[in-house]
C-alpha cells in the first residue's frame, strides 16, 4: 500500500482525469525512442513527446543535453525524489463532475477560422439564427393577394390599398376549419334539435302569400276604399276586428286584396320582389283559393236556419263577406253585373234582420245604398227586374257621422227620380209616341231642379268633401238637363224647348225660380242677357260658351286605362301642327249645359293627385264626361279618369273610360240618340259594372 502522504505527490494517470500529460515517464532500463530534429536548427532536438502547448508542470523540468561529439542529443532523465516509484503502485483518480454541457459533443467539429479578409457582414448559421421562418400569409384583402402585393392588413381598408390609390375590397370571411369529428359531432347536434311549427296567428293568414296579401290590405287597400282618416277608418276598425274571429271574412278580406293589387305596376312588383320564395302564380292560385274558400262560407251560412242564435250573431260578418265580395267585383272591373247580386243581397236582407250593432248598421247601409243608387247610372232597366234604387228610400237609422256624399243627405234620392223621368222618355222613344217628354215629366223635373238649387252640404270647413258636394250638385243638375232634352231631328225646336221648360217651371214655382219666364226666353232667343245657368253658379254668365280654364291639363297621350281589357277603346290624339277638331254639338244646343261642364271640370281640377276625395270623383266624372262635347272637355275628363285609377287601383275606372270613349266617339259621328242613351251603350258594348 502506498502510504496517505506519499499518494499527493505521485503523478495521476492521464486516462483517469481524461487530461493531456506534459510529459511520459520513462524507465531507465528502457531505450530511449529515436529522437527528432528541428528543421530551424540541426543542433536542436525536440522530444516527440512534447505537447504543442507550454509545459506548466513544476514538478518536472526537461533538460536538453547537447552533444557535439557525435551530432546526437539524448533525452535527460532527472531523478525524482522517490526513486521506489513504480507504475503498479499508480491509482485511478476519483472522476470531476463535469456539466454536460461543458463536454465537447462528439458529433461537433471545430470550426476554422477561414482564409482572408474577415466579411463585412457576417453570415450567421442557420443554429444561430433566432427568426422563425413563416409561410406566405392568406389574411391579406382581397385586392393585394389579386396583386400578388405585401398587405398591411389593416382594418376596414387596407392603408397599402389607399395608398395605392386602389378599391380595397375589403378581407374574406375567416372560416374556422373543424376536423370531420367535428363536423359530424355538430351534424348530429342539429338533427338531434326538435322540430316545432308556429301555428298561424291569424285565422286564413298561413302562407307567405296570405301575408302579402294581408299587409296590403292594411297599409294600402283599406285607405283607398274610404275618405276618412287612418283614426276613423271602418274598414280597420270594424272589419278587421271582425274578421280575426269569423274565417269567411278573413278569406273574404284576402281575396278582396289579392284581386287589387297589379303586380305590372312598380307597387306590384316591389311587393313581388320583397318575397324572393313567392312567384305569381303561387299568388294568382292563392287569391282563387281564398275566393272559393269565401263563397263557400257565405253560402253555407244562407242555407241555414235564419233565426238560429248562431246566425244572428254572425249578421255582422256576414253583411262584412257580401261588402268585400261587392268591392271585388270593382277591383277586378268585372263586367258582367256580378256586382248586383250583392246589391240585390244586401237589399233583401237588411230589411229583415239588419245587423245588431248600430255603428256597423250605419256603416253599411251608407255604402251599400250609395251604391244601388250609383248602380242607376249604367243598369238598363229591365222590366222583369225590379229597381233596387226606389225614390221614396228613407234609412232604417240616421246616417251620423256621415262618410259619403248623397245617401245621408239626400242628394242621390234625384238621381233615382232623374232615372224614373229617363225610364219613361227612353220607353216613349223606343215606342215612337209623341211627345217624348210629355207635361207631367216636365212638372217632375222642374221640381227637381228646384230641390237640387235647395240642397246644401253639411260639411265642416276645410274638409275637402265639401267642394266635392259642390260637384255631385252641378252634376245632379247636368244629369237633369241631359235626361229632359233628349234628342231631336226636327228642324224647330220642340215644344219641351227652352221657353217652355222655362214658363213651367214658373207656373208651378213661379218664386222659387227667382226669375220672369217670358225675359228667360226672351234672353236666350237673343243670346245676350246674362242668367243664371247651374245650381252651382249664382252669379250671372254669359250665354256664350267660354274658353276652358287656364288650369286645364294639356292633351295627353294615347294609352289605355284598362289593364287587361278585352274591349277596344277609341282614344282622340292631336297633333302640336295640326288643329284641334272641330266641336259637334246636338241639334238645337245650349250653351248653359258647356258651361256647365267647365265649372265642374274645374273643381275636378282642383283636387291634387294624393287627395282621399279620388275615391268620390269617379261618378261625377262620367256624369260630366257623357255632356262633354268638346274636344278639350274630353281630354281633361280623361285625365281625370286617369287620376282616379291611379289613387284607387280599381279596374272598373277602365271600363268607365270605355264607355266615355264610345260615347265620345259616337259624337264625332254625330250620333245623338246613342250618345243620349248611354245606359243603352253600355249594354251594347257588353259592359254592366259598378261605375262607383
Given amino acids: 500500500m502506498v502510504p496517505t502522504a506519499q499518494m499527493s505527490t505521485v503523478p495521476l494517470s ?11 515517464i520513462v524507465d531507465s532500463g528502457t531505450a530511449a525512442p529515436p529522437a527528432l530534429r528541428s528543421a530551424a536548427s540541426p543542433d536542436t532536438i525536440w522530444d516527440s513527446y512534447q505537447d504543442e502547448r507550454p509545459v506548466e508542470s513544476a514538478h518536472v523540468d526537461l533538460n536538453w543535453d547537447c552533444s557535439t561529439d557525435d551530432g546526437s542529443a539524448l533525452l535527460k532523465i ?37 482564409r482572408g479578409r474577415p466579411r463585412k457582414h457576417p453570415v450567421t448559421t442557420q443554429a444561430a439564427s433566432t427568426k422563425v421562418t413563416k409561410g406566405r400569409s392568406k389574411t391579406g384583402c382581397i385586392t393585394c393577394r389579386k396583386r400578388k402585393k405585401k398587405c ?21 370571411e375567416k372560416t374556422l376549419w373543424k376536423s370531420g369529428r367535428e363536423r359530424e ?69 284576402l281575396s278582396l286584396a289579392s284581386k287589387h293589387i297589379d303586380f305590372e305596376t312598380p307597387y306590384g312588383s316591389k311587393l313581388l320582389a320583397s318575397c324572393p320564395n313567392v312567384d305569381l302564380s303561387s299568388l294568382m292560385s292563392r287569391s282563387q283559393f281564398h275566393h272559393n274558400a269565401a263563397m263557400r262560407q257565405l253560402l253555407a251560412w244562407g242555407n241555414r236556419d235564419e233565426g238560429a242564435p248562431e ?10 263577406q257580401m261588402l268585400c265580395l261587392m268591392l271585388q267585383t ?13 246589391l240585390q243581397a244586401y237589399k233583401s236582407l237588411i230589411q ?18 250609395y251604391r244601388v243608387f250609383a248602380d242607376e247610372l249604367i243598369r238598363y232597366p229591365d222590366m222583369q227586374t225590379k229597381r233596387l234604387a226606389t225614390e221614396d228610400w228613407v234609412p232604417w237609422t240616421e246616417i251620423e257621422p256621415a262618410r259619403l256624399i248623397g245617401v245621408g243627405d239626400g242628394l242621390f234620392h234625384f238621381l233615382a227620380k232623374i232615372t224614373t223621368i229617363r225610364n219613361e222618355i227612353r220607353a216613349n222613344m223606343l215606342a215612337n209616341v209623341e211627345p217624348v217628354v210629355c207635361y207631367t215629366s216636365l212638372f217632375r223635373a222642374a221640381e227637381i231642379d228646384v230641390a237640387i238649387r235647395a240642397w246644401s252640404p253639411k260639411w265642416p270647413t276645410g274638409d275637402n268633401r265639401d267642394r266635392v258636394s259642390l260637384l255631385y250638385k252641378h252634376m245632379m243638375w247636368v244629369y237633369l238637363y241631359r235626361t229632359i232634352y233628349p234628342p231631336s231631328t226636327s228642324p224647330e225646336p220642340p215644344f219641351y224647348s227652352i221657353s217652355t221648360i222655362t214658363e213651367t217651371m214658373a207656373s208651378t214655382i213661379g218664386v222659387g225660380v227667382g226669375t220672369d219666364a217670358h225675359a228667360v226666353s226672351a234672353g236666350i232667343s237673343d243670346g245676350t242677357s246674362r242668367m243664371p245657368l247651374s245650381p252651382a253658379s249664382s252669379q250671372p254668365c254669359s250665354t256664350t260658351l267660354s274658353p276652358p280654364p287656364s288650369g286645364a291639363l294639356p292633351p295627353i297621350s294615347d294609352r289605355r286605362l284598362s289593364n287587361g281589357s278585352h274591349h277596344t277603346t277609341t282614344t282622340f290624339r292631336t297633333r302640336g301642327d295640326s288643329p284641334p277638331p272641330a266641336t259637334r254639338n246636338p241639334p238645337h244646343h245650349d250653351p248653359r249645359i258647356s258651361l256647365a261642364v267647365d265649372e265642374s271640370l274645374a273643381i275636378l281640377d282642383s283636387f291634387k293627385p294624393s287627395d282621399a276625395v279620388q275615391t268620390l270623383l269617379l261618378v261625377p266624372c262620367f256624369v260630366i264626361g257623357c255632356a262633354a262635347f268638346a274636344p278639350e272637355q274630353q281630354e281633361r275628363v280623361r285625365a ?3 287620376t282616379v285609377r291611379g289613387y284607387t287601383g280599381l279596374r272598373n275606372c277602365d271600363r268607365v273610360a270605355e264607355v266615355l270613349e264610345e260615347v265620345w266617339r259616337l259624337m264625332g259621328r254625330a250620333e245623338w240618340a246613342r250618345v243620349w242613351d248611354w245606359q243603352g251603350l253600355a249594354r251594347s258594348m257588353g259592359l254592366d259594372f259598378a261605375c262607383a
Avoid: W
Avoid at 392588413?153 to 392603408?159: D, I, S, W
Avoid at 270593382?330 to 250583392?342: I, K, L
Fill in 14 to 24: 492521464p486516462i483517469s482525469t481524461e487530461q493531456e500529460m506534459p510529459c511520459g
Fill in 78 to 114: 532527472e531523478p525524482v525524489e522517490d526513486d521506489s516509484f513504480c507504475m503498479d503502485n499508480v491509482q485511478e483518480a476519483p472522476r470531476l463532475s463535469v456539466p454536460r454541457s461543458d463536454r465537447p459533443s462528439s458529433g461537433q467539429q471545430k470550426t476554422k477560422r477561414p
Fill in 152 to 172: 398591411d392588413e389593416a382594418k376596414p381598408r387596407c392603408l397599402n390599398c389607399e395608398k395605392n390609390l386602389v378599391v380595397c375590397e375589403g378581407y374574406h
Fill in 185 to 253: 359531432e355538430e351534424k348530429q347536434r342539429n338533427q338531434s334539435l326538435p322540430h316545432i311549427t308556429l301555428q298561424p296567428i291569424f285565422q286564413g293568414v298561413e302562407t307567405p302569400e296570405d301575408r302579402i296579401f294581408f299587409s296590403h290590405y292594411i297599409n294600402h287597400l283599406s285607405s283607398v276604399l274610404t275618405v276618412e282618416g287612418q283614426h276613423r277608418n271602418a274598414f280597420k276598425d270594424m272589419l278587421l276586428q271582425m274578421a280575426v274571429e269569423h274565417r269567411g271574412l278573413m278569406h273574404s278580406i
Fill in 311 to 320: 246566425q244572428k250573431a254572425n249578421l255582422a260578418p256576414r253583411y262584412g
Fill in 330 to 342: 270593382a277591383a277586378e272591373g268585372s263586367p258582367d253585373g256580378a256586382h248586383r247580386v250583392h
Fill in 352 to 369: 229583415e234582420n239588419p245587423p245588431p250593432d248600430k255603428a256597423f248598421t250605419i256603416f253599411i247601409t251608407e255604402f251599400f245604398q
Fill in 640 to 642: 281625370a279618369v286617369r
